[in-house]
């Protein structure tokens, strides 16, 4: 009787991981789903709203972002312990960039003059969010176990840190310049650092 009520460690079930990453699955579906009829709509109507290279180029970088975090997500079944906890955190982390994706693309622009208009009128809203993906993949990443998190080395807190900044500087100003130096800054970076990390991959 007393052996039969001694606790057993739980085993990491597989399956879980597989309905975590349907769920997933799914919210980043309808992200890149935005990004792309978004992108759509400057070949189908291209005189209907003014294209913008600032507002153009976050969305290729969002979208590029979305892409490397599905793919990173693969790591999640390194998890060893599900909770109900882990799973909606994981699933907040997704709909953050499922919400970026809608930020950029409204479905109406009749208060603005283009894109590019809206999109400085709503920046602090998505440097906003786009801060707290990066203060979310802090936390999903640690959940795939310290010897993962330790692998990146001195950069990935330097990288986190360095993005953060430039969600700020972004929030505050509207200067054009700025806002397009910070952009190139940042896709230069990007594309940098996925071909370093995931080049042997």
Same mark, same amino acid.
């Given at each position: 009787m007393i052996a039969s009520m001694t606790a057993t460690p739980t085993q990491p079930n597989p399956e879980l991981?597989?309905?975590?990453? /349907? =769920? !997933?699955?799914?919210?980043?579906?309808?992200?890149?789903?935005t990004l792309l009829k978004g992108f759509a709509q400057f070949v189908q109507h291209p005189k209907r709203a003014k294209a913008?290279?600032?507002?153009?180029? $976050? &969305?290729?970088?969002?979208?590029?972002?979305? !892409?490397? %975090?599905? $793919? $990173?997500? %693969?790591?999640? &079944?390194? =998890?060893?312990?599900?909770? %109900? &906890? !882990?799973?909606? %955190?994981? !699933?907040?982390?997704a709909i953050l960039f499922y919400f970026l994706s809608t930020l950029l693309f409204p479905?109406?622009? &009749?208060?603005?003059t283009g894109y590019e208009d809206y999109f400085l009128s709503r920046r602090r809203w998505f440097f906003g969010f786009l801060a707290a993906t990066f203060l979310a993949d802090i936390i999903d990443t640690s959940l795939k176990g310290a010897a993962y998190l330790h692998s990146f080395g001195l950069e990935y807190p330097i990288r986190i840190a360095a993005y953060?900044? /430039?969600c700020v500087i972004a929030m505050i100003t509207k200067n054009r310049r700025t806002q397009l130096t910070l952009l190139t800054l940042s896709v230069l970076y990007q594309i940098s650092y996925i071909v370093r990390l995931y080049a042997t991959e």
């Open positions: 991981y597989s309905h975590v990453k /349907v =769920v !997933i699955s799914i919210i980043v579906g309808l992200g890149i789903t913008s290279l600032l507002h153009l180029g $976050w &969305a290729a970088s969002l979208l590029l972002w979305i !892409i490397h %975090f599905w $793919w $990173w997500e %693969f790591r999640l &079944a390194m =998890v060893q312990q599900w909770t %109900f &906890a !882990i799973y909606f %955190f994981v !699933i907040l982390y479905s109406d622009l &009749a208060d603005y953060l900044v /430039v």
